[in-house]
Structure formats: C-alpha cells, structure tokens
T-cell receptor, first 112, second 116 residues
Framework: QKEVEQDPGPLSVPEGAIVSLNCTYS??????FMWYRQYSRKGPELLMY????GNKEDGRFTAQVDKSSKYISLFIRDSQPSDSATYLC????????????FGAGTQVVVTP | SAVISQKPSRDICQRGTSLTIQCQVDSQVTMMFWYRQQPGQSLTLIAT?????????ESGFVIDKFPISRPNLTFSTLTVSNMSPEDSSIYLC?????????????FGPGTRLTVL
C-alpha cells in the first residue's frame, strides 16, 4: 500500500465549475501538507501549504486537512482553462527535513 | 522564491551509457534534493545533497547508480549511470527557501531522459 493515494484522473470540468481534488494517506506521522501544480513539461509549483486540520484559503484555492480521517482536499473555485494542469499532493513529517512523500497527481482539464 | 535551472532539459541516451544532470540555483542553499518522476508515477526522492558532505540516499537508490556531487552552495549534479530503459524518467532538483522551511520546496524544470 502506498503511503499517499491520489486518483490520477483525468478530471474534466467546465470553466467556472469547482474543482475538487483529494488525497488519502496512511502514515499518521505526516504533519505538513502541500499541494503543488505542475504544468506540462514544467517543474511542480507550490500552491498551498498547511500543517493543521481545518481549512486554509488563498484566493480561489482552499486546502482542507482532516487528520482524523487522514484525508486532504484542494478546491479550486471559478476554474479557468489556465488551471488545466496536474495537481500533486505532498506530505512531510516533523523531522523529515524536506523529505516529502508525493501522490501520483491528478490531471485536471478545464474546458472553455 | 529561488530560480532553478537544469541542464540538459531533455536527452535520449543509449543503454549502458551515463548522463550527468546539472542543477543551478540563483541563491545559496544548504540542502538540495533530487527526485525522479517516472511516467504515471509520483515524484520519488532519490537523495538529499548537502554541501561538503556525502549525499544521503533513500531506500532503493544507491550511490553507484546515482552518484551526486555538491561542490558549492548553488550547484549540484546527478549522474544516472549504466542506464537501462527503466531509467527513463523526469529528474528534478529542488531546494527549500532561504527561510529554512524544508517542506516548502522550489523545483527546477526537470530533465526528461529517454533511454533506448
């Protein structure tokens, strides 16, 4: 069993819809949770970073963490074609010094 | 945020040869990380490279296969040795911000390697 599970998609939504992405994990030692966006032929770009249960909002993006259920989510409101990318969840432990565990990534396609 | 460049951006190599990938950062950083992204797979950490010490390899990765150099605080190389088609992947380097939160990493554009 992988430590971090993420549905690879693809997930296709019409422009303006809400995109809902999620990851589950098995290691209760994970304390830091991140979402990266990766455009084709580019490196991942950090979108959201949180370390507590609950919601964190940044513009059109909301990250949600439920440590009791070992479940994290990313919501993208008012989706745009420019949001079409692969979204990767990543997790780290308190003493991991940057050794992140990534999900496989979900490909999102926003159609005009 | 750090600006990271990698060379080459892509390469096609023959089985049994070696390729050295370069990673250059526009600021001094203590740690650099090397990842592999195989087709349809998640990013997997290969090793952590600290300046002035031997790289630390993750389970499943060995120095003979993936030797790493870290001659200064802005540069690192990863060599993929004695390549086979299974080494076809995207290889990425990453660095934490100068503020020191190692989870908040910045990634280079990646090197797309195809082994025939």
């Amino acid at each position: 069993q992988k430590e971090v599970e993420q549905d690879p998609g693809p997930l296709s939504v019409p422009e303006g819809a809400i995109v809902s992405l999620n990851c589950t994990y098995s290691n209760s030692a994970f304390q830091y949770f991140m979402w990266y966006r990766q455009y084709s032929r580019k490196g991942p770009e950090l979108l959201m970073y949180t370390y507590s249960s609950g919601n964190k909002e940044d513009g059109r993006f909301t990250a949600q963490v439920d440590k009791s259920s070992k479940y994290i989510s990313l919501f993208i409101r008012d989706s745009q074609p420019s949001d079409s990318a692969t979204y990767l969840c990543a997790m780290g432990q308190a003493d991991s010094w940057g050794k992140l565990q990534f999900g496989a990534g979900t490909q999102v396609v926003v159609t005009p | 945020s750090a600006v990271i460049s990698q060379k080459p951006s892509r390469d096609i190599c023959q089985r049994g040869t070696s390729l050295t990938i370069q990673c250059q950062v526009d600021s001094q950083v203590t740690m650099m990380f090397w990842y592999r992204q195989q087709p349809g797979q998640s990013l997997t950490l290969i090793a952590t490279a600290n300046q002035g010490s031997e790289a630390t390899y993750e389970s499943g990765f060995v120095i003979d296969k993936f030797p790493i150099s870290r001659p200064n605080l802005t540069f690192s190389t990863l060599t993929v040795s004695n390549m086979s088609p299974e080494d076809s992947s995207i290889y990425l380097c990453s660095v934490p911000p100068t503020s020191g939160d190692y989870n908040e990493q910045f990634f280079g554009p990646g090197t797309r390697l195809t082994v025939l």
